[in-house]
Structure formats: C-alpha cells, structure tokens
C-alpha cells in the first residue's frame, strides 16, 4: 500500500521559512517523479515544484523561483520543499505527488499540510 505523508506545515510570518517533507513508502521511490502542489481556498491546486528521477532535475512554478528548493533524498524515501522569504500568497494546503517515470498516468497523493503565512 502505497503512503505519502506530508509534514512540516504551520503557522510563519512574512519573510520567514519553512521546510516540508513528504516521507512516501510502499514504492519504489526512485522510479517516482516527485512534486509538491499547493491549493488554496477557491483556487485550483497548482504545481510549485517538481523534481525528476533519475536525474534529479528540477522545476518551479514562476511565483516561488528563487525563495523554494525541491530536492529528495533516495536512501530515506523523502522529498522535501525548503521554502524561504514566504509571503501570505504562499498560505495553503501542500501536497505531495508521486508519479512512477515509466508509466505516468500511475500517481500518489498525500494528504497535505497546511501552511499559514501572516503576522
């Protein structure tokens, strides 16, 4: 049975920092893309960062380039979401995605964490 599970979240002031980490078991982690999303009240969920396998390549949505960092640590099943300089149009519910890289319509979710940014 395949889990992720999304932790980290919570409450922070403008400018502050947070780092997530989704821990995923029941896979092959390697052999999963992996992504976080975020979605906030009456917005579609939206990416905000992506990260390949094997490759360990990487993208952003254009909002968070420069402030987030995706990056995954294989010998640990975790993928991880350093975010710095937030701001209150970062506060959501993050999500963590798995997607296996040789078919991709097979995907995970977790069940999200909240983050709140405000003073």
């Known amino acids: 049975q395949v889990r992720l599970v999304e932790s980290g979240g919570g409450l922070v002031q403008p400018g502050g920092s947070l780092r997530l980490s989704c821990a995923a078991a029941g896979l092959t982690f390697s052999n999963y893309h992996m992504s976080w999303y975020r979605q906030s009240p009456g917005k579609e969920r939206e990416l905000v960062a992506h990260i390949r396998s094997p490759d360990n390549s990487t993208n952003y949505a254009d909002s968070v380039k420069g402030r987030f960092t995706i990056s995954r640590d294989n010998t640990k099943n975790l993928v991880y979401l350093q975010m710095n300089s937030l701001k209150p149009e970062d506060t959501a519910v993050y999500y963590c995605?798995?997607?296996?890289?040789?078919?991709?319509?097979?995907?995970?979710w977790g069940q999200g964490t909240q983050v709140t940014v405000s003073s």
């Open positions: 995605q798995a997607v296996f890289r040789f078919v991709n319509t097979l995907t995970y």
